[in-house]
């Protein structure tokens, strides 16, 4: 926007978002402080920024209290699975809708997007019944078929569509003259070319998988087999009060590996974001 | 299990019996899971059933006995949406909160005969008093297991510290009463530490409170269940007592406070004497056991009980009908009595609980343990519990605030629960 | 199969044998074999569900004694006189405006502020947008332990004098609370968004402004605003949407308390379901959180012909 910012306001700008940054990341460093400290020293005043007496046994219990690193397992390959999986299956439905014309694809299509308007919620119980007939509660696959075929991934393929739309079809049209098909078009041209797309949709399917918290608790009663939001609300002692600084230990296991690894691939995450092409 | 004064030739008749119809049932023979469960995570606790089910194994080879805790808070939802999930356990724990639903949905297995019909077990001990929440038309559904009485655990240190009067002082003085404990609690507060914990309740579970407010002769609801009677005089003045010490004598932890007294951190809190196995072993603190204070009304006692059911959906709920009767039987309540008092007549008194009760002494056994559970009143229940507890949670939370119109929020209370409760 | 001529334009000539498989048959049996796995999810996962729910409304459903009766519009009925619902609606009502306005309003900011460029600007861009991508649950609870009354924030308030309340327990700053930690969770997303759309702008329209001496706020105004309202449109329905959804912060931070000031539709509807057991009840609750879903988003759908600038 301007060339020239003067010093004044440079000065002023960054102590703005300094200010503005604290709850963003302040939550984050006492989970990781507090996870350290004996659950006396958490609640004390004045509030302690830094742990006096770190006390490493709390991430030690994280695994012996509960299945946790079998937990973790769950959410990870649930995950891995469910990205994968809306990655084909959006990416391809995406493609139809924008490029190839068939008879009722208008139509169809928003038949589709009816699927953004129904929260979880609306549909869980006949989803329950419905798995709880084919006797898979208390199993991985609602976790799985629901997010890859149902509501959420209605996202994905709005997505995609909305990028293959924008994409500029000279490229597949040669090669339609020549004759290939249209899964080849699709697999050689349009695909490797909707990467920024691909990447976005990825990262939304896989924190929308990683964070699932109303399915599991709903469909799940063993504890090895949780995921680990439903893990996270478990640790409490034998009567059901909770130990929060092993609690907390557990949600830095939980939340830091995927801050790392956004820390350092942030600018495709920010980037594949912006090109989803909800610009307009 | 068979009593001691059977003929050891029919011991041995009835032993061949059992083997050969384990043979019976085919070379490979079908192993039998069952699954029971539970609310308590404690390893103590574990320890005892696992032994208990080796020992069922012993007689029963192909019978395996697992036990599943669910957490707690949580435990009548969980267990309830495994039924509804079709993943029912065999066996579960019931809150006595929760028996009425349970008892007359048709949901478990009538267990009258197998018990009477278990050698040695004598089902006749058992009170109708202690059964009545249990059974429907003269039979039983789930076995009471454990009648535990809520008594008051104190450590002596803080409270010496704080320079009051300790529980064991005020009763030798005949003055242990509601407002002088609600004193002792205000004193160690004041120190920084918390007063009196109502453990459990924690501004949720409000039928814990029922330990309180018993005091005044308060209850949510009349005896038949067809009223309420949250508006009611007893109940105001006892909410409005509760109330004061919370927000005024601050000897009460308030809404969001978290103070465990067997960490060390409170003067004193009520809860049943199961949790005597949270007492740190190394007695790092002086504790004491104590009655409830006489409130208004004077002594009173109060228990909440756990029952054991077999649920019709599992699929060998004759085997499980079995190992309830054995997991219950005299030899094994005396060994759960330890945790879980029995509501056998024979099991009551301090010296059978001293035997495997190493933690409290006889004097507190009788004191507590068994005129608690002779004299008291069952907590609160009713059917569609969880609807009317949430409903009166959330009106009470109109209590929990610095300024209440307590007679105003109990009248919004019976405005919302009469009618269900009139059903 | 018979081949296609090579000019697929021209289509097949005249006294050639019609084939079957055109090359525009071919494409649309491609077409439907891309969106088949997308379209038999949607049916079998959307549509039948969202059927079997209004079914179930239709019924009354004891899980415990294991009945399913048919009892016709007696949900509904019950559902006109609940005295709980005006209520719950109203806190649905309340968190899903303070939550878009706050949202919107922070993220139009904050992606305002990032678009200058300074240096270590993409530092603040990726802390800003880290709650994003930590664990929904783990935010929750590190909040819920910070809102404590004897907690960090209240730990801090107290070193500069001031007496915090009590933010969970306490009917108004309840609702303020779940809202506040849901915004901060999300607005990075939104904020990222907004950033990409301001830079789509044409800088020539700010210079040209500009040298009109047109002021900064005028700028905003008359050419920023314009210029990103489609994506103003698209985020507010999605933000809408999701707020209608949110259950976990909820679930965790106040359990629809304190009273049922937070007792939003979504946890009413699990309540009702997944506590008490009524399932027939439930699913009466999930048509009208449906139905409303929808009714705001169409709504939203129709504004854009009014405030979504079209660059014709």
Not at chain 3, 215 to 230: A, G, M, V
């Amino acid at each position: 926007m301007n060339s020239e910012i003067p010093a004044r306001t440079k000065v002023a700008l960054y102590g703005l978002l300094c200010v503005l940054l604290i709850p963003f990341v302040f939550p984050t460093w006492w989970m990781v402080t507090s996870s350290l400290k004996p659950i006396s020293d958490i609640f004390v005043f004045p509030p302690q920024f830094l742990p006096t007496h770190p006390d490493w046994s709390t991430y030690k219990q994280v695994f012996t209290i509960q299945p946790f690193a079998q937990q973790y397992w769950n959410s990870a390959w649930i995950a891995a699975v469910v990205t994968a999986a809306t990655l084909a299956v959006s990416s391809m439905a995406g493609y139809a809708f924008a490029r190839i014309r068939f008879p009722g694809a208008d139509a169809l299509f928003i038949v589709v997007l009816i699927g953004l308007l129904i929260p979880s919620e609306v549909t869980i119980v006949p989803l329950f019944r419905m798995f709880l007939k084919l006797g898979w509660v208390n199993t991985h696959w609602p976790l799985v078929l629901i997010p890859v075929f149902g509501a959420p991934s209605v996202f994905a393929t709005f997505i995609m569509r909305q990028f293959f739309i924008a994409l500029p079809q000279e490229l597949e049209e040669a090669a339609r003259v020549d004759g290939l098909g249209r899964f080849k078009i699709f697999r050689t041209i349009a695909l490797p070319l909707a990467r920024p797309a691909l990447a976005s949709v990825a990262i939304f399917t896989f924190l929308h998988s990683w964070n699932l918290y109303l399915e599991p608790i709903v469909f799940l009663s063993t504890p090895s087999k949780f995921t680990l939001p439903q893990a996270l609300t478990q640790y409490t002692d034998a009567y059901g009060g909770p130990m929060w600084n092993i609690q907390l230990a557990a949600a830095t296991l939980t939340a830091l590996p995927v801050l790392i690894v956004f820390v350092l691939a942030q600018k495709q995450f920010v980037e594949g974001l912006a090109h989803t092409g909800l610009k307009g | 299990m068979f009593h001691r004064k059977t003929p050891a030739a029919l011991r041995a008749i009835a032993g061949g019996l059992v083997l050969s119809l384990a043979l019976a049932a085919g070379a490979s023979a079908e192993q039998i899971k069952l699954r029971m469960t539970i609310w308590s995570a404690n390893e103590a606790h574990l320890k005892l059933f696992n032994g208990i089910a080796e020992g069922f194994k012993k007689e029963n080879p192909d019978v395996t006995v697992s036990f599943e805790p669910l957490p707690f808070e949580t435990y009548t939802t969980a267990l309830t949406t495994q039924i509804a999930g079709g993943n029912a356990p065999d066996m579960a724990w019931i809150f006595e909160t929760a028996a009425y639903d349970f008892v007359n949905s048709g949901a478990l297995v009538p267990l009258t005969k197998t018990l009477a019909a278990a050698p040695g077990y004598n089902l006749g001990e058992i009170s109708p008093a202690a059964t009545e929440r249990w059974s429907r038309d003269g039979v039983l559904y789930a076995y009471p297991f454990s009648t535990s009485p809520f008594a008051v655990f104190v450590n002596n240190d803080l409270i010496r510290k704080a320079g009051a009067k300790t529980p064991a002082e005020l009763i030798a003085a005949g003055q242990w009463t509601w407002p002088n404990a609600i004193a002792t609690a205000q004193a160690v507060a004041q120190g920084g530490k918390g007063g009196l914990v109502v453990r459990d309740f924690n501004y949720q579970a409000w039928q814990y409170l029922s330990s309180v407010w018993n005091g005044w002769g308060a209850a949510p609801w009349s005896a038949d269940g067809k009223r309420c009677t949250f508006a009611d005089k007893p109940m105001v003045d006892a909410l409005t007592f509760i109330h004061d010490a919370i927000f005024v004598k601050k000897a009460i932890p308030g809404p969001g406070q978290n103070v465990d007294f067997f960490a060390g951190d409170a003067a004193m809190t009520i809860t049943q004497i199961s949790r005597a196995s949270l007492l740190p072993k190394d007695k790092r603190f002086d504790w004491d056991l104590v009655p409830l204070p006489k409130g208004s009304v004077g002594d009173y006692a109060i228990v909440g009980q756990a029952g054991i059911g077999v649920l019709q959906s599992g699929k060998n709920s004759a085997t499980a009908a079995a190992f309830v009767a054995y997991m219950t039987n005299p030899e094994n309540s005396a060994r759960l009595a330890q945790f879980f008092p029995s509501a056998r007549k024979s099991l009551l008194n301090a010296e059978v609980l001293a035997k495997t009760n190493a933690l409290l002494s006889p004097a507190q056994l009788d004191k507590v343990v068994v005129s608690g559970i002779a004299t008291g009143k069952v907590m609160p229940a009713h059917t569609g519990f969880a609807r009317l507890q949430q409903m009166a949670r959330s009106g009470l939370d109109a209590v929990w605030q610095p300024q209440a119109d307590i007679p105003a929020a109990t009248r919004a209370i019976c405005g919302q629960i009469g009618p269900l409760l009139a059903q | 199969m018979t081949r296609t001529p090579d000019d697929p334009a021209r289509g097949p000539p005249p006294d050639a044998p019609r084939a079957f498989w055109t090359m525009a048959r071919r494409d649309s049996l491609a077409g439907f074999l891309f969106a088949a796995p997308q379209l038999a999810g949607t049916l079998v996962f959307v549509l039948v569900p969202l059927g079997l729910v209004f079914w179930y409304s239709l019924h009354e459903w004891n899980v415990l004694a294991n009945t399913f009766n048919y009892t016709g519009s007696l949900n509904y009925e019950q559902l006109l006189g609940d005295p709980s619902l005006p209520g719950v609606l109203l806190a649905s009502a309340l968190f899903s405006a303070g939550l878009v306005v706050l949202n919107m309003s922070l993220a139009l900011l904050l992606a305002v502020l990032l678009n200058q460029k300074l240096a270590g600007i993409a530092v603040f861009r990726t802390l800003f947008f880290s709650p994003v991508v930590v664990s929904l649950v783990a935010w929750t609870i590190v909040w819920g332990f910070l809102l404590q009354h004897n907690g960090g924030i209240n730990g801090v308030l107290r070193l500069l004098g001031i007496e915090g309340p009590n933010w969970l327990r306490t009917p108004g700053t309840a609702m303020l609370s779940v809202i506040v930690v849901q915004v901060f969770k999300n607005v990075g997303l939104n904020m990222v968004l907004f950033l990409a759309a301001l830079q789509g702008v044409p800088r020539e329209l700010y210079e040209a402004a500009r040298i009109d001496g047109a002021p900064r706020f005028k700028q905003f105004r008359r050419i920023t605003l314009p210029l990103i309202s489609p994506t103003i449109l698209l985020t507010s329905i999605i933000t809408v949407v999701g707020s209608l959804q949110v259950f976990a912060q909820i679930a965790v931070l106040t359990q629809g308390g304190p009273g049922v000031s937070t007792t939003v539709l979504v946890y009413y509807l699990y309540q009702q379901t997944f506590q008490f057991h009524r399932f027939g009840y439930g699913s009466t609750l999930a048509i009208v959180l449906f139905a409303i879903v929808a009714l705001l988003t169409l709504a939203q759908w129709q504004m854009r012909r009014r405030f979504v600038f079209h660059e014709q």
